[in-house]
């Protein structure tokens, strides 16, 4: 449960900050909520990494679908080299993922001194 | 809390983000740009996107409608003229705001600032940003705009223009900046009349920033006198002038005296210099024509044009309507300048063709010292200027650049900047006739407006630079062409070479009277034409200077003698006509002398594909492969002994001076290859050049690239070269020496055809898309229809028709 409350206020507050602030917010929105929501090291990296796993690879199809993906089309030929635009996704989605899922990894070390040591992924 | 995992993941997360916050690491910052709430997912615009809106503006005095229709053409209807200026401004924001920024930059020598000094290994900082520094192009700007803002229109134009632009700029945000300026990281700056002014300038470095004056003077050094005239004549044999031959010239205004020095300082003079210049594209002209009533099945006039230029996404032009209580016009629009500047109102219509003359010339500085601080002249020494310019280079130190200014103008070449790799040790001055004050903005503005002959002799006469052959045609049945400019009157030669800028004898004396340009109204002919060709013939009494490829203008003359009951459509077909008229005069002197005898079975194969070959530059065509391929190789064997002699810069004879030769003197002396013992023929160079030519033919046609358009690839290619961002392989044909001049990445820039009958039947395409963003569907929508010689319907919007289906999106600007 605990986790599942993780990777949905992590999606809905990372989108939000997103709004108003810089794009690494994610990163801080992730170490809030794990450090606020106690759970283990691992289960908190994948609920930072799922949670913008989901948004950013979902915000990116959505985008793109309604977009015909033309710029995806262009833009993954441009960055990375070939015409794919659900690599380009994917790499989206990785990229925020994992700096949600280290961050939330951090923000689970500010308050689990007592939760079993968990193994980190 | 458990300190060290905490400080450890604290330190790995915080690493991410910096990384992927910048292009330290990685080539660039990923996370910024690829966070699907700020970076370039942000620039895919919804295939629905919907642009209504309601907008509103302190800086507005009365009320705009935009209606955007399916090709997402903006119809400007303002209740006040300079309210349109302020919303034309805004929507070429809107849609092209990097591309303004970009080519303003380029124009002022600001590139090294955003793509750094080096980029793909070649300098920025030499080629582009201390080459437009040393020309002047923002001290020419600064001129210029002196000199419009003395015009209370043209002030009140611009200034609300730029109001317009900055509005936009005001309501950008990180996620809505336009894709490159998040790809290339920096941000939009403030918009000013002094960019405007810039991107004219820019235009006229492109349109009249061509010279060889060093070329020339190291050819004048190295071959004789006779040899020299015969590689680098001043008129051609099939020359077929803007205003025909025989037309007679009025007594001239002004009496060119050429110095008493010439002989022994300027023509006899012996001088070997390293110089090497950024040139514009040697291929930037166009073709427009105007054929009068009695030569149209409607009965009234029609006028066409297309310019020749880089071909780039996002493209030069944007189309536009703008409808005031003043005036209602429609065309091609400059992103980066007020009003319409290709198009037509509801009296008339007007077009442009470059007219090619020589306004570039350089003068040798004789400095008292190294600290030049003074230099010699009428018999004096007198004091330098100085202008520092300093270059802001990405993520360096800036570069200063201390430039002197003589009565000539900037110092553009010496020690320290020569463009070339070997040393220089002379100074050289630019005379360049963009350094002149001048408002050209007035010209378009009156154009706009124009009712009749008169008032657009009125409005061209504001042209000085760059020189245009200005195309008119009215409903009232007018037709008219002015090579128009202030053009310096000069003696024969005169800025052809290097001049000596020790006294003022070989100064520009005077401009050549405006009343004394060469024009044709209403001719007996029933038209008027230009297409870069020598305005006039050798009667005209004063010298021009320049180079003017003579082939497209024959074959447009040509064609319009011969066309009668002419419609649009017609006019569609001459305008995408891929005939090679050049080929039609060369090709029998290579099938006359390509020696059969001695040709393999191969060889023979391609022979009979260049004897074929019906002329045309089609898509599919393999002959105009052939041919192209053989006469550049002709150019080669009968050029490159005498060329190679030096490892100076020359120029490259015209096409038109080899073809000439060898037609009118079979032993014309430099068919010669001065490295053999014996004497070649013309038989035995043409031969030769087609055995070689079909080595590369070959090649291609190994490849599959046999057929013309693959041969020749036309591109359109994003500004800032992104191949992703670009259109490649356009299956487009013609090239050089067609009407249809579509080259490898340069060609009709904005195809026009008006008729002007009473409800006026226009046509346009240009090859791009209105949006600047390659994110959007509008991006690149005309690209096509252009390649296959199309046109769109141009609609002259009348603002009761707005619910008409044709109108999707509905922009209102309204008083604050």
């Known amino acids: 449960m605990k986790f599942i409350v993780s990777l949905i206020l992590i999606i809905l507050l990372s989108f939000c900050a997103c709004l108003y602030l810089p ?38 199809y959505w985008i793109s679908v309604n977009n015909h993906h033309l710029l995806a089309h262009r833009v993954s030929l441009l960055i990375l080299k070939m015409d794919n635009p659900y690599l380009l996704m994917l790499v989206t989605s990785l990229i925020g993922a994992l700096v949600a899922g280290f961050a939330a990894l951090t923000g689970s070390f500010l308050r689990n001194r007592k939760q079993p040591a968990s193994r980190v992924l | 809390m458990r300190i060290v995992p905490l400080i450890v993941f604290a330190v790995i997360t915080t690493a ?33 996107q919907d642009f209504t809106a309601n907008l509103k503006f302190p800086q507005l005095t009365g009320k705009v409608n935009v209606y955007l229709d399916d090709r997402l053409v903006p119809h400007i209807f303002a209740e006040q003229e300079n309210d349109a200026y302020f919303v034309q401004g805004y929507i070429h924001a809107k849609f092209r705001l990097w591309q303004m920024e970009f080519q303003t930059h380029a124009a002022a020598g600001r590139l090294s600032e955003i793509l750094g000094d080096v980029v793909g290994g070649s300098s920025v900082l030499e080629k582009a940003d201390r080459q437009f520094r040393r020309l002047g192009m923002t001290y020419a700007a600064e001129i210029s705009l002196k000199e419009a803002e003395k015009d209370p229109a043209t002030k009140a134009e611009c200034d609300q223009y730029t109001a317009g632009v900055n509005a936009y700029i005001g309501s950008l945000n990180e996620s809505s900046l336009p894709i490159e300026y998040k790809l290339l990281g920096y941000q939009p700056e403030k918009w000013t009349n002094l960019k405007t002014a810039l991107f004219l300038k820019y235009m006229s470095f492109d349109l009249a920033g061509h010279d060889d004056d060093f070329e020339l ?22 020359l077929d002038p803007i205003v025909p031959k025989g037309t007679v010239y009025p007594k001239p205004g002004i009496q060119v005296k050429i110095p008493a020095t010439a002989d022994s300082l300027y023509y006899g003079k012996k001088e070997i210099i390293p110089i090497i210049e950024q040139k514009p594209n040697k291929d930037n002209g166009s073709n427009n024509w105007a054929v009068s009533g009695k030569k149209t099945k409607s009965g009234a006039p029609i006028l066409c044009n297309d310019p020749h230029l880089g071909l780039n996404l996002p493209s030069l032009w944007f189309e536009m309507q703008i409808s005031t209580p003043t005036f209602n016009a429609y065309g091609a629009t400059f992103p980066g300048s007020p009003g319409v500047i290709i198009g037509f109102n509801d009296s008339c219509a007007f077009g442009f063709t470059n007219a090619m003359r020589d306004v570039r010339d350089y003068y040798e500085i004789k400095f008292k010292d190294d600290s030049r601080k003074e230099y010699w002249f009428n018999n004096e020494w007198k004091k330098t200027d100085f202008r520092v310019e300093v270059i802001r280079i990405k993520n360096k130190p800036d570069y200063l650049d201390t430039v002197a200014y003589t009565v000539f103008g900037p110092v553009m070449y010496d020690k320290s900047f020569n463009g070339s790799r070997s040393t220089n040790d002379k100074y050289y001055a630019v005379r360049w006739k963009a350094h002149d004050a001048s408002n050209e903005l007035k010209m378009f503005n009156l154009l706009d407006h124009a009712k009749n002959y008169n008032d657009y002799s009125e409005a061209i006469k504001y042209l000085h630079t760059p020189g245009q052959n200005c195309l008119f045609a009215c409903k009232n049945g007018d037709i008219a062409i002015w090579d128009q400019g202030e053009f310096p009157a000069k003696w024969k030669r005169q800025g052809d070479f290097v001049m000596p800028g020790t006294d003022s004898s070989y100064m520009w004396q005077g401009m050549i009277p405006q009343e004394e340009n060469p024009h044709q109204v209403n001719p007996d002919r029933g038209f008027v034409s230009s297409a870069n060709q020598l305005p006039v013939d050798s009667t005209y009494p004063y010298y021009l200077g320049g180079s003017y490829p003579p082939y497209r203008g024959f074959y447009i003359n040509r064609k319009l003698n011969e066309m009668n009951n002419i419609t649009p459509q017609d006019m569609q077909t001459l305008q995408t006509d891929n005939y090679n008229v050049f080929a039609e ?11 059969l005898s001695i040709l393999n079975n191969e060889e023979k194969k391609y022979f009979d594909i260049l004897q074929a070959w019906d002329l045309r530059n089609d898509v599919n065509s393999k002959g105009a492969t052939v041919f192209v391929n053989t006469w550049d190789s002709l150019e080669n064997v009968v050029w490159n002994d005498e060329l190679a ?26 068919l010669d290859n001065i490295n053999t013992p014996q004497k070649e023929t013309l038989a035995d160079d043409v031969t030769m050049a087609f055995k070689r030519a079909v080595f590369t033919v070959k090649n291609a046609d190994v490849a599959g690239t046999l057929e013309w358009a693959k041969y020749k690839d036309t591109k359109v290619l994003h500004l800032a070269r992104i191949p992703a961002f670009s259109r490649l392989h356009l299956p487009i044909g013609g090239g050089n020496n067609t009407i249809n001049a579509a080259n490898a990445q340069h060609g009709p820039s904005w195809r026009m055809i008006v008729s002007l009958t009473p409800q006026t039947e226009a046509y ?46 509905k922009m209102t600007f309204n008083k604050m």
Request: hydrophobic share 45%; aromatic share 14%.
């Open chain 2, 645 to 670: 002699r030096t490892n100076l810069p020359l120029m490259w004879p015209h096409e038109s001076t080899l073809l000439e030769n060898i037609i009118k003197d079979s032993a014309f002396s430099f």
């Open chain 1, 23 to 60: 794009w690494w917010s994610i990163a801080i929105v992730a170490f809030i909520v794990t450090a606020l929501i106690p759970q283990g090291a691992g289960k908190s990296f994948l609920a930072g990494f799922i949670a913008l796993f989901l948004l950013w690879g979902g915000l990116s």
């Open chain 2, 585 to 595: 005069m060369a090709r029998p002197v290579l099938l006359n002398n390509i020696d």
């Open chain 2, 16 to 48: 991410l983000v910096v990384i992927l916050n910048s292009s330290l690491v990685l080539p660039a910052p990923l996370g910024k740009l690829l966070s699907p709430q700020h970076g370039v997912w942000q620039n895919a615009e919804p295939a629905d």
């Open chain 2, 217 to 238: 003077s190291n050819a004048k050094s190295i071959f004789t006198s006779a040899d020299f005239d015969k590689i680098y004549p001043t008129i051609m044999d099939s």
């Open chain 2, 764 to 809: 346009g395409v240009y090859p791009g898309g209105q949006s600047g963003n390659p994110g959007s569907r509008f991006y690149d929508t005309f690209v096509d229809t252009w390649a296959a010689g199309k046109y769109y319907a141009l609609w002259v919007m009348k603002e009761s028709e707005e619910n008409d289906k044709r109108v999707l999106w």
